[in-house]
């Protein structure tokens, strides 16, 4: 009997924790189904802030919840929104998610924004010396002469990096 009370005990602990993630845990770790689930039943949730000013679009990317993004940026409001640490298409770019970045350009995701520190996408893709990702936005006309807080531009870090195929691309 005392082994039924505590298996229903977790069971029901279970359940509850289970239904009290919010829309950035989803973000973070959720499935499609969740979010959708959560999306219908208060579809302003996806376009909130955590205390950091952080979308649940740029948690999506930044930890490669890859169809949950997918969703998110089929119906946010703002595919642009930029938080001190970027926006989506940047996170999309540092985590090295091109099929993210990919969708988000064609959804007209600005390839110039810049981060807090003055970073664009094409800059971070160039520092992590992503060959595929900086011909990606090239191709969606982003700007290779925005220079970041230091003065320095996505083409001074491939020289500095001195990979010639990033170089050549950037010429």
Avoid: W
């Avoid at 998610?97 to 981060?115: G, I, M, R, S």
């Amino acid at each position: 009997m005392k082994k039924l009370f505590v298996l229903t005990a977790l069971l029901c602990f279970y359940i509850s924790t289970a239904q009290e993630k919010n829309v950035f845990d989803i973000a973070r770790s959720g499935t499609l189904t969740e979010i959708q689930n959560l999306n219908k039943s208060n579809p302003d949730l996806i376009n909130s802030l955590n205390e950091n000013k952080t979308s649940p679009l740029i948690l999506a990317c930044y930890r490669g919840n890859i169809e949950v993004a997918k969703f998110l940026i089929e119906n946010v409001k703002n595919i642009n929104y930029n938080s001190d640490m970027g926006t989506a298409l940047m996170a999309a770019t540092y985590k090295n998610q091109p099929q993210l970045v990919k969708l988000l350009l064609e959804k007209k995701a600005n390839p110039n924004a810049t981060d807090a520190n003055g970073i664009t996408a094409l800059s971070l893709a160039v520092q992590f010396k992503n060959t595929e990702l900086v011909k990606l936005l090239l191709e969606h006309k982003a700007d290779k002469t925005i220079k970041d807080n230091q003065g320095k531009t996505a083409f001074e870090y491939a020289v500095f990096s001195q990979n010639e195929p990033i170089i050549n691309l950037l010429k």
